[in-house]
């Protein structure tokens, strides 16, 4: 069975650190990419950082120079180093894998940044 098991969120002051894990298990095949999304209450779902099987990496202009996406091919994982947090980042965080078939979703992790 395939599995994407979330961990790392929680409550920070404004400025503070967190780092999100996202370790996928199962028979998946070959990943397109894995990526991050954040869904805050009232909004739609949006992509904050994405990694390709090239290693390719795009951010979203919010969080370009405070986000780090990274992977880890031979565990199945993806990371997001998050620093200088901001209130505006609250939000449930969701780790994507872009296969072949339909992606992958990790049961989401809630972040809450405190003013």
């Known amino acids: 069975q395939v599995q994407l098991v979330e961990s790392g969120g929680g409550l920070v002051r404004t400025g503070g650190s967190l780092r999100l894990s996202c370790v996928a298990s199962g028979s998946i095949g070959p990943i397109g990419a894995m990526r991050w999304y954040r869904q805050a209450p009232g909004k739609r779902r949006e992509l904050v950082a994405q990694i390709t099987n090239e290693d390719w990496i795009d951010y979203a202009e919010y969080v370009k120079g405070r986000f780090t996406i990274s992977r880890d091919k031979v565990k199945m994982a993806v990371y997001l180093q998050m620093d200088n947090l901001q209130p505006e980042d609250t939000a449930v965080y969701y780790c994507?894998?872009?296969?072949?078939?339909?992606?992958?979703w990790g049961q989401g992790t809630q972040v809450t940044v405190s003013s």
């Open positions: 994507n894998l872009a296969v072949a078939g339909p992606d992958y």
